[in-house]
């Protein structure tokens, strides 16, 4: 049973570019939540979907954007690229009201 | 607002050592959940233990045990006779018990933990 998969594992990009990470949930949780973590900090909350909808949402600029697919699978966007950005997004899921996250290995992101 | 502190930024033990790590927390909310989660190296989360506000017992699960006291808001994970394999980045959780389902993490800024031969 393949758990959280994440895409890319580590990606470099230039200031003031787009990037998109990609996430698929482990089998059977529909709920999607993605976390930032920079270097020796906690993972910080991004936003979380659910049937394809942003229901929670941390405090992270318009920027940041997301979509949840049907089949569960999300996508994180970060558009005009900054220095602060790099960090390690991790992407994490669970079955609706459940109180269990899976974790992914992440996508390491450099910023240049 | 919901906060985890996690003071202690590195610790250092030699095998078969006992180790705690400390997390204190802040929240209004009267039901919540408390997790630990390992980080190694590979940079996945990996979960170890959650516990609920309203059941203080304490418990032990193979080398793993915790504290939860709180009437000083504090949720301690101790490892008994560390292993090399223990060496990770440790995290402290919390998690409001939203109605809707929609719950999220607060983290500390974790430990790491390095465990010599």
């Known amino acids: 049973d393949a758990g959280v998969t994440q895409s890319p594992t580590h990606l470099i990009k230039t200031r003031g570019q787009q990037v998109t990470l990609r996430c698929s949930p482990k089998s059977g949780h529909d709920t999607v939540s993605w976390y930032q973590q920079a270097l020796g900090q906690g993972p910080q909350f991004i936003f979380q979907y659910y049937e394809e909808e942003e229901r929670q949402r941390g405090n992270f600029p318009d920027r940041f954007s997301g979509h949840q697919f049907p089949n569960y699978s999300s996508e994180l966007n970060v558009n005009a690229l900054l220095l602060g950005d790099s960090a390690l997004y991790l992407c994490a899921s669970r079955r609706q009201g459940a109180l269990r996250y899976t974790f992914g290995s992440g996508t390491r992101l450099t910023v240049v | 607002a919901q906060k985890v502190t996690q003071a202690q930024t590195e610790i250092s033990v030699v095998e078969k050592e006992d180790v705690t790590l400390d997390c204190v927390y802040e929240?209004?909310?009267?039901?919540?959940?408390l997790f630990w989660y390992k980080q190694p190296p590979s940079g996945e989360l990996v979960f170890l233990i959650r516990?609920?506000?309203?059941?203080?017992q304490n418990e032990i699960s193979g080398r793993y045990s915790w504290n939860f006291q709180k009437s000083t808001s504090s949720f301690n994970f101790t490892i008994t006779a560390s292993q090399v394999v223990d060496s990770a980045v440790y995290f402290c959780a919390l998690s409001e018990a939203r109605g809707s389902g929609y719950s999220t993490l607060t983290f500390g800024k974790g430990t790491m933990l390095l465990v010599s031969p």
């Open positions: 929240t209004r909310d009267t039901t919540y959940y």
């Open positions: 516990r609920n506000s309203f059941d203080e």
